[in-house]
């Protein structure tokens, strides 16, 4: 005849419940203090902790405490039957399953402005945000600024790629770090594009003759052409087409022609002036 099991005396049980409870507790303060460093953890290591933790569950619950779980339902055509312990592992990788933590995140603010003056902001144009798998292009707003919510906070502190596309200003392909504040702002500064425009055209005297050697000056100085054997000059202007300029043509080191004009690189201008 077998001896029957040896049964755990009171006391024992007090010491492995403190033992269980010291341990709870420990985990507890473990996750509040350490709750940013676990929510990057992988799924690999958050399933193989939740295992542990369920066995442990397990044991404690149907040991310690003599606690006891059914579950009866219906499973691949039969009746499914769990008992005891194993009842309380499966409910809390169950639970876990159904509620994984969830990566922290953080939102990450540019702001695109002129480089020569920090308070203009500008404000069309894209900005898009490139690292890892991760691309997103936005918009600029009134403040000249892009919003990218929801990033991962293992970005914090790593390179990124931003480029940056506004009207009228030199494109930028920039790799950055992210900073590592709570609430990051990357600052870029765009160069204004610099707009050139042709002027060409023929000066004539009032006789009609074809005027050399004539010199031609826009914006007193932004830009000077000389006219050749035939009258004719091209030369460029470091303005856009369609800006209105003040043309002044010199001539025996007197001024022959003073007048506004629309600069043009489609229209051939005439001017007439006296030798």
Same mark, same amino acid.
């Given at each position: 005849?077998?001896?029957?099991?040896?049964?755990?005396?009171?006391?024992?049980?007090?010491?492995?419940?403190? =033992?269980? !409870?010291?341990?709870?507790? &420990?985990?507890?303060?473990?996750?509040?203090?350490?709750? $940013?460093?676990?929510?990057? *953890? @992988?799924?690999?290591?958050?399933?193989?902790?939740?295992?542990?933790?369920?066995?442990?569950?397990?044991?404690?619950?149907?040991?310690?405490?003599?606690?006891?779980?059914?579950?009866?339902?219906?499973?691949?055509?039969?009746?499914?039957?769990?008992?005891?312990?194993?009842? =309380?592992? !499966?409910?809390?990788?169950? &639970?876990?399953?159904?509620?994984?933590?969830?990566?922290? $995140?953080?939102?990450?603010? *540019? @702001?695109?402005?002129?480089?020569?003056?920090?308070?203009?902001?500008?404000?069309?144009?894209?900005?898009?945000?490139?690292?890892?798998?991760?691309?997103?292009?936005?918009?600029?707003?009134?403040?000249?600024?892009?919003?990218?919510?929801?990033?991962?906070?293992?970005?914090?502190?790593?390179?990124?790629?931003?480029?940056?596309?506004?009207?009228?200003?030199?494109?930028?392909?920039?790799?950055?770090?992210?900073?590592?504040?709570?609430?990051?702002?990357?600052?870029?500064?765009?160069?204004?594009?610099?707009?050139?425009?042709?002027?060409?055209?023929?000066?004539?005297?009032?006789?009609?003759?074809?005027?050399?050697?004539?010199?031609?000056?826009?914006?007193?100085?932004?830009?000077?052409?000389?006219?050749?054997?035939?009258?004719?000059?091209?030369?460029?202007?470091?303005?856009?087409?369609?800006?209105?300029?003040?043309?002044?043509?010199?001539?025996?080191?007197?001024?022959?022609?003073?007048?506004?004009?629309?600069?043009?690189?489609?229209?051939?201008?005439?001017?007439?002036?006296?030798?």
């Amino acid at each position: 005849m077998s001896a029957a099991p040896k049964q755990i005396s009171p006391l024992k049980w007090v010491i492995i419940s403190a =033992i269980g !409870f010291i341990l709870f507790l &420990l985990a507890a303060l473990f996750f509040v203090f350490f709750s $940013s460093e676990l929510s990057n *953890i @992988t799924a690999g290591t958050y399933f193989f902790l939740l295992v542990i933790i369920a066995m442990v569950a397990a044991a404690f619950l149907g040991g310690a405490l003599r606690s006891q779980a059914k579950y009866k339902g219906k499973a691949y055509g039969g009746t499914l039957e769990i008992t005891g312990p194993a009842v =309380i592992f !499966f409910l809390i990788l169950y &639970l876990g399953y159904k509620n994984p933590p969830q990566p922290a $995140s953080f939102s990450l603010i *540019i @702001t695109i402005y002129e480089a020569d003056d920090k308070n203009k902001p500008i404000k069309t144009g894209d900005v898009t945000l490139i690292f890892n798998d991760y691309k997103d292009t936005k918009s600029l707003n009134a403040e000249g600024q892009v919003l990218f919510a929801q990033l991962p906070t293992s970005q914090k502190g790593q390179h990124v790629i931003v480029l940056v596309n506004a009207d009228d200003y030199e494109s930028k392909e920039l790799k950055v770090t992210i900073p590592m504040d709570d609430n990051p702002v990357i600052n870029i500064g765009l160069t204004k594009k610099q707009s050139f425009v042709s002027i060409h055209g023929t000066v004539f005297s009032h006789n009609g003759e074809f005027v050399k050697n004539a010199l031609l000056n826009i914006n007193d100085g932004l830009a000077e052409g000389i006219s050749d054997e035939l009258g004719n000059f091209n030369f460029r202007v470091p303005l856009k087409a369609g800006t209105e300029a003040k043309l002044r043509i010199y001539k025996n080191n007197k001024i022959q022609l003073d007048e506004n004009i629309i600069l043009s690189d489609e229209v051939s201008m005439t001017f007439r002036i006296n030798q």
